[in-house]
């Protein structure tokens, strides 16, 4: 049953204890976890966001040529399908507005406060106390924290970037209304986001330096428009909707979230459309420069049918020689050439592995967060950590970020809190957080398996953790789902 319809018919649902709950994050992991409350009546619950509005990632980021790689009919709920995306992949500005829609739609969107960033979690006497950096307070049964993982940009250690004279700016800090019309641009850094920013820069330009310290593999993706009348055929029969997303779900879990995890056709089939694709470049000696050395997929694969074209415009150029400094005029390279510049782009990614951060988190006469997470982040089946009672994460360590569409993850974890919730409110438990011993194993257990996995064939990626292990998931969607669905209560320690 939706929430939409009527809030207190869903209310009504839940006949046990009415838990507080707080969320702290509204990208889409927040909004999937607010309509999981809502539709099961727990509608007492705050949001806390610190930006001005919702979307995460999607809201952060608005640099040229953004768009989301992921088919939009599998980036979206399932349960809240639109009948009106208008490409197969769409650009970030519409994807922010289906998650702001459905928030609205799901009485999710009025629980929010925005402008309100966690500083800190405490555990005492029952329950989660939050303070936020504007000195404000809240206190909940539940806490559960939604606050995403490619959030903090990544600064290069680059000599000299102050002291350029034009503009510097990251891709999650990009400005509004920025020109750069006519200019002379770097982009330093060719994973998905530098990638996606080549060929819009190359229309306005006049001259784009992609900066490339590490090939990437690229699989062509053309991005059909939608016509007006496949659009009409959804409205007027729903389940066609449905039917895309479950279509376009099989597709991709089958292709990447089988190719990542082991070896064998799919693995191979995506490293052939890779060659295929880097073979469409005439001219060898720059077929050789965007040439990689390891295993597609290592790294997140990249999707673009776009680059390849792009980077062969008149006014592009592919810059291999590493970076030396920058100096006022520009970037200055290994051998010495200096490229002069107005805007420099970083396009050089995200610090992944810090879930949560810099929020603390303690529980009294317990863990730290500081302290259990000093080797990495590490939790029990992505969801919650031993030590930290009635305490829930979604897209937490582990979560399957390179295998599946994160709207997908989030909807199962979200599930699988408010499962539990109801299981409080049924008057089940009062507390209860993994076993330490469990959480070892299932971490032992995830390491043993990353032996097969794509992203441990050697490169360098943001999946990887401090100690080279990726932080992401070794096994199928379909264990995931299974895993979340069924929790092993003898895992808990439940009191
Ligand atoms: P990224 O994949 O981490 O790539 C960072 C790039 O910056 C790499 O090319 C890296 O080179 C380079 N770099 C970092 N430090 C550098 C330095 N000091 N000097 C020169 N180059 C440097 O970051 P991203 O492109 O922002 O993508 C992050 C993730 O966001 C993606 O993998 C994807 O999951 C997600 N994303 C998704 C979409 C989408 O459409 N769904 C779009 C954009 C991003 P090395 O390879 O040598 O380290």
Redesign the pocket.
């Known amino acids: 049953m939706g929430v939409s319809e009527s809030e207190n018919i869903s209310s009504a649902a839940v006949g046990g204890r009415k838990p507080r709950i707080i969320v702290i994050g509204m990208g889409l992991s927040g909004v999937a976890m607010g309509i999981r409350l809502m539709e099961a009546g727990f509608s007492d619950f705050t949001a806390y966001e610190k930006a001005e509005d919702l979307g995460g990632?999607w809201h952060y980021?608005f640099y040229p040529g953004?768009?989301?790689?992921?088919p939009s009919y599998y980036?979206q709920y399932s349960f809240s399908p639109s009948t009106n995306w208008s490409h197969r992949?769409c650009g970030g500005p519409e994807i922010k507005q289906y998650y702001i829609d459905t928030a609205k739609k799901y009485h999710v969107y009025e629980r929010i406060k925005f402008n309100s960033g966690v500083k800190h979690a405490d555990y005492k006497d029952g329950q989660w106390h939050i303070e936020l950096e504007n000195g404000d307070t809240d206190s909940a049964d539940f806490l559960i924290a939604a606050c995403g993982i490619?959030v903090r940009p990544?600064y290069?250690?680059?000599p000299g970037l102050d002291d350029f004279d034009g503009k510097v700016l990251h891709?999650?800090r990009w400005e509004k209304d920025l020109d750069l019309k006519d200019l002379n641009v770097a982009v330093?850094?060719?994973?998905?986001?530098?990638?996606?920013m080549i060929k819009p820069l190359t229309d306005i330009c006049k001259k784009v330096y992609s900066?490339?310290?590490?090939p990437?593999w690229i699989v062509p993706v053309p991005n059909r428009k939608y016509t007006a009348v496949g659009k009409k055929m959804q409205q007027l029969f729903p389940p066609l909707s449905k039917f895309y997303y479950y279509g376009v779900r099989f597709v991709m879990e089958r292709m990447m979230g089988v190719g990542v995890i082991r070896d064998g056709w799919a693995r191979r089939n995506v490293a052939r459309a890779c060659q295929w694709n880097l073979n469409s470049i005439k001219d060898f000696a720059l077929r050789k420069k965007l040439t990689p050395d390891y295993t597609p997929m290592c790294?997140?694969l990249?999707?673009s049918s776009e680059f390849y074209p792009a980077i062969q415009r008149p006014n592009a150029q592919l810059v291999t020689e590493?970076?030396d400094h920058v100096e006022a005029k520009g970037i200055v390279t290994e051998d010495g050439k200096l490229h002069e510049l107005d805007v420099i782009c970083?396009?050089?990614?995200?610090y992944?592995a810090e879930h949560m951060l810099p929020m603390t988190m303690a529980v009294e006469n317990g863990p730290k967060l500081e302290d259990v997470w000093k080797g990495g982040p590490r939790a029990y089946r992505t969801v919650s950590m031993p030590g930290f009672p009635n305490f829930f994460m979604v897209m937490g360590p582990n979560s399957p970020?390179?295998n599946i569409s994160l709207a997908s993850v989030a909807e199962t974890q979200s599930e699988h809190i408010t499962n539990f919730i109801k299981m409080w409110s049924d008057g089940k438990f009062e507390t209860l957080a993994p076993k330490e011993e469990a959480t070892e194993r299932f971490n032992k257990d995830l390491v043993e398996n990353m032996k097969d996995t794509v992203w441990t064939t050697g490169?360098?990626?943001?999946y990887l953790d401090e100690s080279g292990v990726p932080v992401s998931w070794p096994w199928t969607a379909n264990k995931f789902r299974d895993d979340l669905k069924h929790p092993k209560l003898y895992e808990y320690e439940i009191s």
């Open positions: 990632t980021n953004l768009r989301c790689d992921v980036y992949f490619l990544k290069p250690d680059i891709t999650a330093i850094g060719n994973g998905s986001t530098g990638i996606q900066f490339q310290r590490t990437q790294k997140r990249v999707m590493h970076i970083l396009a050089t990614g995200y992944a970020v390179g490169c360098a990626s943001w």
